[in-house]
């Protein structure tokens, strides 16, 4: 199996900066796209930014210029660095990740969740 654990959410002032890190775990073989999608309370899941395996990164426009996704794939992790924060970039913050894992007789693929990382951006 596949598990996915977000760290590094906290509270911030607004202007400050955070970092959040997300490592999946379990028989990888592989991960291609991984994600950092974010949700505020009474608000739809919304795509934060993603980066493939290769390094290609997108973003959502409300966070261009601000938000930086890398990833370390030796280590299955993905970073989110957040400079300038905003009030409205609170949220719980979910690492997605598209996995390729199993065993040598067996292959799986599968799209998997962690738990959230609350950001709050407040004075």
């Known amino acids: 199996q596949v598990q996915v654990v977000e760290s590094g959410g906290g509270l911030v002032q607004p202007g400050g900066s955070l970092r959040l890190s997300c490592a999946a775990s379990?028989?990888?073989?592989?991960?291609?796209?991984m994600g950092w999608y974010r949700q505020a309370p009474g608000n739809e899941r919304d795509l934060v930014a993603a980066i493939t395996i290769g390094g290609s990164a997108n973003y959502a426009d409300s966070v261009k210029g601000r938000f930086t996704i890398s990833r370390d794939n030796a280590k299955n992790t993905v970073y989110l660095q957040m400079n300038s924060l905003k009030p409205e970039d609170t949220a719980v913050y979910y690492c997605?990740?598209?996995?390729?894992?199993?065993?040598?007789?067996?292959?799986?693929?599968?799209?998997?969740w962690g738990k959230g990382t609350l950001v709050t951006v407040s004075s």
């Open positions: 997605n990740a598209d996995v390729v894992w199993g065993s040598l007789s067996s292959t799986y693929r599968g799209n998997y």
């Open positions: 379990g028989s990888i073989f592989s991960i291609n796209t």
